[in-house]
């Protein structure tokens, strides 16, 4: 049936104390998927919104919006590469799908960033199961990058933001999210593996220099893990995953609940 906000539903399953829903949402840019995790009931619930990694939203991206829900949030995502195809995620990692994937990340622009967060924030009130004021974000890979942006645009909004294996933070350019950090009043938790040779942390001082020096910043490098370590499959390290979650649900919880 229809819903709100120029909204169809798709799916939508509901497993022991979760609720589980994948919608289509309008943009400026045409229709977008949004994956919803949530526990049961009504709510309201303190909204989370999850950046998913470079790879899209595959199955252990939505178990780890899963983890997350359990300790009481509203957690959604939406679809990154929706103006290329719906939901892409990278089965198998054989060249041509590599170069397509980072053909995606680096095709999508900061602006398309920013309007499908926007047309997010717009469609949010139309569930009443997501509460309304401050909320809280977590990225991965590329997504983190999507984190720095958001909690430097909206910090009123986003009260606390969680990167973990980043992408693209610590760059060159005029602009790097890095750059931004300085800004934040919120809860800021940034992580990386010591095994992480495509976005090393030893590239990535001056962004975790930044995070330190925030009030309420930290920043961590997890020994022995790899990129990925944050997302349940073949990169997940349960030591540095379990010890950014502990960071991360201390943060929201302090931000979004209080």
């Known amino acids: 049936r229809a819903l709100a906000g120029g909204c169809s539903r798709m799916a939508m399953h509901q497993s022991g104390r979760m609720q589980t829903r994948t919608e289509q949402i309008s943009t400026p840019s045409g229709p977008m998927g949004v994956h919803i995790v949530r526990p049961d009931g009504d709510g309201p619930f303190p909204v989370i919104v999850f950046f998913h990694h470079g790879p899209g939203l595959d199955e252990g991206s939505k178990q ?53 967060l926007a047309a997010l924030l717009a469609w949010l009130p139309t569930d009443r199961a997501a509460r309304g004021d401050a909320m809280g974000c977590i990225g991965y890979c590329i997504g983190a990058r999507s984190v720095l942006r958001t909690v430097q645009d909206r910090g009123e909004q986003f009260r606390a933001g969680v990167g973990l294996h980043p992408s693209l933070c610590t760059t060159d350019d005029s602009d790097s999210p890095h750059l931004g950090v300085s800004s934040y009043t919120g809860s800021l938790y940034i992580a990386f593996g010591s095994a992480d040779t495509m976005q090393p942390a030893s590239a990535n001082t001056a962004l975790i220099e930044a995070t330190n020096a925030l009030a309420k910043g930290e920043a961590e490098i997890h020994d022995g893990a790899d990129h990925g370590f944050g997302v349940y499959g073949p990169g997940y390290h349960e030591a540095a995953a379990t010890r950014s979650y502990e960071r991360a649900k201390v943060m929201f919880d302090r931000e979004l609940i209080g």
């Open 64 to 116: 780890t919006m899963a983890r997350i829900a359990e300790w009481g949030y509203y957690v959604v995502t939406h679809d990154r590469y929706h103006r290329a195809e719906p939901w892409y995620t990278m089965e198998r990692r054989s060249d041509d799908e590599v170069k397509k994937m980072f053909g995606l990340i680096l095709g999508t622009t900061e602006d398309q960033v920013a309007e499908d």
